[in-house]
């Protein structure tokens, strides 16, 4: 079988977390059956649909490298060919005009819920043939009115859902525009799409778009309807939760791959296997092996597999997506050290490239601000002769490496008679500002000569002031 899917998104905001996880496994699955993945633009609701927020849909994929074969269409531009269907519909005794006005249909919907019944449309113009003059009609779809459908859902198995439950769904409204289930089982049908991937938000839409597909005389697809990304309370994954943009990722330095990573492992998995690379997933994913209910979001795994990422880059790739991130932080790697070089010192200590580029700002300024904290309880009036001896020892150091300015230190200890921690310490929150960094010989060598110095000038200073204030 030639496999089609079809990523379908709704162009009224970002791509969120769900839609990008639908994309990659209607992606994943087209790429390991070598099929066709397909991208839809469905803009029909004209008001909410912007062409930034399709733009953004177009970013967040290439971002994170799913890469369509056919498309985008645009369901606006396919009215022509709804309208045609919609007319075949009437004509096959499928569909029928409905001149039923709003207010009747209110009543309607207020008797049902009073009485603690389902809303749904009474049938009253299933059989009319005359027109009401005046009246501009909707489509309804003629749902079978005895029956069941089933669906053999890939992930949630055999759902059956008898016809009872269905109302007859408007397919085009009185203004003349087609609703959702009509465009899309249309466009499934053209489009010739063998199995729709989508969010389980949709599993109610299916047996009436089952309908419509048999009533047009085409196959009906495979259908896969994946469970929502919750938040940490459980609750369907919101804004509320800090659902953003999957761009935000990008802007908190998490690398594509990972975020990639992540998205499969949130509803499927492979035993107990979290790292995976593109390969990987690419020979792996399989339907059988998404889970049925959902999944939490949970930003700290995220981190955590992104680091796992991180690690097994080169240094030069490690060294560019640095600099990419210092820059979003206007911190130029023009003068400091080699971007590769502090990226691998501080792979191990930073989970994102975010993270990474807020270490590594210090390596590309030439002050740095102290950390009140930390400055209290290191740079006291004890410090200052300690800190003056250090200034004078690595005044007279010319080989401004890690190793030998490690050295250096240590000889400074032990011409004080004092720890290594008496030394490393004050002198950490004079270079650095806080009192967490890599080594301390590292950070001075990154750190460079002149800037080391002039911070250990400036931190005897401040515990000068401080000794003057008392
Ligand atoms: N356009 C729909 C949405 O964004 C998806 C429709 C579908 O996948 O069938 O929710």
């Known amino acids: ?110 008797l049902a819920m009073a009485e603690k019944r389902k809303p749904r449309y009474d049938g009253t113009c299933r059989e009319r043939t005359d027109a009401v003059a005046g009246v501009d009609p909707v489509i309804r779809f003629k749902t079978p009115l005895e029956g069941k459908v089933v669906i053999d859902d890939l992930v949630k198995g055999k759902i059956e859902i008898d016809n009872s439950e269905l109302d007859d769904l408007v397919i085009r409204r009185s203004d003349g525009n087609p609703t959702y289930n009509l465009t899309v089982v ?71 791959h990972a975020m990639l990573n992540y998205l499969a492992r949130l509803g499927w998995s492979h035993g107990d296997q979290e790292i995976f690379s593109e390969q990987e997933l690419l020979e792996l994913f399989a339907l059988e092996d998404c889970q049925r209910s959902g999944s939490v979001f949970d930003k700290t795994k995220l981190l955590w597999v992104n680091q796992q990422h991180m690690a097994s880059l080169s240094e030069d790739e490690l060294g560019t997506a640095l600099a990419e991130a210092l820059e979003q932080k206007s911190v130029s790697s023009a003068d400091g050290p080699p971007v590769a070089t502090v990226a691998s010192v501080l792979k191990e200590r930073s989970q994102s490239f975010n993270e990474m580029a807020d270490q590594a700002a210090i390596f590309y300024q030439d002050k740095v601000e102290l950390d009140e904290k930390a400055a209290k309880k290191q740079l006291r009036p004890v410090a200052q002769p300690v800190l003056e001896a250090i200034h004078a020892k690595l005044t007279a150091t010319d080989n401004w490496q890690a190793e030998s300015l490690k050295a250096a230190l240590e000889e400074t200890a032990a011409e004080l008679a004092i720890g290594f921690g008496k030394v490393g310490q004050p002198l950490r929150v004079a270079i650095t500002g806080s009192g967490a960094s890599p080594d301390i010989g590292d950070t001075l060598a990154l750190t460079g000569k002149e800037r080391s110095l002039a911070r250990i000038s400036a931190a005897i200073e401040y515990v000068k002031a401080r000794a003057l204030v008392g």
């Not at 469905?42 to 490298?65: C, H, K, N, Y």
């Not at 697809?221 to 659902?243: E, N, Q, V, W, Y």
Request: glycine share 8%; hydrophobic share 35%; proline share 4%.
């Open 186 to 256: 249309v466009d499934d049908a053209d489009m010739q799409i063998t199995h729709v991937i989508r969010g389980d938000d949709h599993i109610n839409n299916t047996p009436r778009q089952i309908h419509i597909f048999s009533a047009m005389g085409v196959d009906v697809p495979a259908f896969a309807h994946l469970p929502m990304i919750l938040g940490d309370d459980g609750k369907r994954m919101s804004k509320r939760h800090g659902a953003v943009s999957v761009m935000q990722y990008q802007s908190e330095g998490i690398l594509p």
């Open 1 to 110: 079988m030639n496999v089609r899917t079809r990523f379908a998104p709704s162009p009224t905001g970002y791509l969120h977390l769900g839609g990008a996880r639908t994309a990659l496994f209607c992606w994943l699955f087209a790429r390991r059956h070598k099929g066709t993945f397909v991208l839809r633009v469905e803009d029909t609701d004209r008001e909410r649909s912007t062409e930034e927020s399709v733009q953004a849909i177009l970013d967040g994929m290439t971002w994170l490298g799913l890469d369509y074969d056919e498309g985008p269409y645009f369901q606006t531009h396919r009215y022509d060919r709804y309208n045609e269907v919609i007319d075949q519909l009437i004509e096959s005794g499928h569909a029928y005009k409905c001149y039923c006005s709003k207010e009747r249909l209110d009543e309607m919907r207020q």
